[in-house]
């Protein structure tokens, strides 16, 4: 069954916007009276029917609604500098979206190279991996922002950096991270931190960890953050 994103829904019935609408009606050809699923961001799942195909603003009649379906017992914030290669940051919210994360932001690093995103694109991407992964939550991205004023920002859960550094001593993420626990976890740029930021985060309440014996590129890593904390609520 076909998966639509509407924010709002109130009632019986849910008139999508033209990009769903037009991706329903002329893309997938729906018809009037074909099933549909629709996840409104707030934890929601609705089953229901297509009641006016209009290709504008297609209306659907909700027939069943599933309150805070599929929940997790976490939440998780993934902090992560942009990448030079827009693509691998897009793939990298892609792929932690269908895992599963509450919250992004861009951290603007040292040693991040490029410093800009385009979050209008970000956040279709993040609508689409929702979709993709029946997830009913949506993912904030948050504004970017430089490394020193985020780490200094008050966080209620558990604070994680992973970095490569040998200066420092990391521990394994499945070491320190207790299972239901709210988490921070902060990812560097392809230069990784530097040590003075280490040291920054350190005193700021951060732990340093590892995600394994592997150097890691960043969008890897943030896809390991994200599944290291999915497995080990399992």
Known sequence: MHIFYASGIKGEKCILDVTES?????VLRLKKNDPVKLIDGTGNLYQGVISEPDPEACTV???????????????????????????????????????????ITPVICK??????????????????????????????????????SFISADFNGIKLIAHCSANFTREHVSG???????????????????????RAAEKMGFRSVHLGPSRLRTET??????????????
């Open 61 to 103: 009649r909700i027939t069943k609604v599933i309150k805070d379906f599929q929940p997790r017992p976490y939440r998780l914030h993934l902090a992560v500098s942009p990448l030079k290669n827009p693509e691998r940051f897009d793939w990298l919210v892609e792929k932690c979206v269908e895992i599963g994360v509450d919250e």
């Open 221 to 234: 890593a943030g896809i390991a953050a994200c599944h290291s904390i999915y497995f080990l609520n399992q």
């Open 111 to 148: 040693n991040t190279e490029k410093k800009n995103i385009k979050p209008e694109r970000i956040k279709k991407i993040i609508i689409s991996a929702m979709k993709q992964s029946l997830k009913t939550y949506l993912t904030n991205l948050n504004e970017s922002i430089d490394f020193n």
């Open 176 to 198: 320190i991270y207790k299972k239901g626990e709210d988490v921070l976890f902060l990812i560097g740029p392809e230069g990784d931190f530097t040590d003075d930021e280490i």
């Open 22 to 26: 037009r991706h329903c009606v002329k």
